[in-house]
């Protein structure tokens, strides 16, 4: 079974850095065409693609967030880090991970449960 | 960048058929993918590569486009299809994945 985790602050204060990360378990980061993505969804508005990396480590982003992000495998085989440097109130969100599968241009599916970054001083 | 637009809102009676659309420029010669988002809940797909379904995702949700619309239909709506519902795509030209604006379905 596919399954992934977010985990990560519930508050940061403005101008801080976010470092999510997501733990996956039920496939391998390594396998080829297997890749993690990033969304966000502030509360009450619609879902916002982040970045993504693939199982060559190659990684896409979002190009109105790409100098503040950063993703990366973790130390552990089966995570995945995501930062975004710079916070402000308006990157209040949830933040998902999901599993995009047979390349980096496919689907998201499954997604995590999310987890609540709530940025204020 | 690519710019998906999906109608705020559809309202719906019971055992009826809700059509979700989603507008984009040449939208047609991309694979669209469509997910739902209950209250509270993660998204799920539900749709992916224009008309297929995932496994465990009845048939009375399909997919089908033109050229610049794509359109999720769920057929004899039940309650428990009132969602948010998302159309999702990759833009080879930005280099990124892209969302539409969201539809909320309402089951009357």
């Known amino acids: 079974q596919v399954t992934l985790r977010e985990s990560g602050p519930a508050l940061v204060k403005p101008t801080q850095t976010l470092t999510l990360t997501c733990t996956v378990s039920?496939?391998?980061?390594?396998?080829?065409?297997?890749?993690v993505t990033w969304i966000r969804q502030p509360p009450g508005k619609a879902l916002e693609w982040l970045a993504l990396?693939?199982?060559?480590?190659?990684?896409y982003y979002n190009t109105s967030l790409k100098t503040r992000l950063s993703i990366s495998k973790g130390t552990s085989k089966n995570q995945v880090v995501l930062k975004m440097t710079n916070l402000d109130p308006v990157d209040t969100a949830t933040y998902y991970c999901?599993?995009?599968?047979?390349?980096?241009?496919?689907?998201?599916?499954?997604w995590g449960q999310g987890t609540l970054v709530i940025v204020s001083s | 960048s690519y710019v998906l637009t999906q109608p705020p809102s559809v309202s719906v009676a019971p055992g009826q058929t809700a059509r979700v659309t989603c507008g984009g420029n040449?939208?047609?010669?991309?694979?669209v993918h469509w997910y739902q988002q209950k209250s509270g809940q993660a998204p799920l797909l539900v749709v992916y590569?224009?008309?297929d379904r995932p496994s465990g995702i009845p048939d009375r949700f399909s997919g089908s486009g033109s050229v610049n619309t794509a359109t999720l239909t769920i057929s004899r709506v039940e309650d428990g299809d009132e969602a948010d519902y998302y159309c999702?795509?990759?833009?080879?030209?930005?280099?990124?994945?892209?969302f539409g604006t969201g539809t909320r379905v309402t089951v009357l």
């Open positions: 999901a599993r995009i599968s047979g390349g980096h241009v496919n689907w998201f599916d499954p």
């Open positions: 039920g496939f391998s980061l390594d396998t080829r065409g297997m890749c």
């Open positions: 990396i693939d199982w060559d480590g190659d990684s």
């Open positions: 040449n939208i047609g010669d991309k694979n």
């Open positions: 590569d224009d008309s």
């Open positions: 999702q795509v990759w833009d080879s030209s930005s280099g990124h994945h892209v």
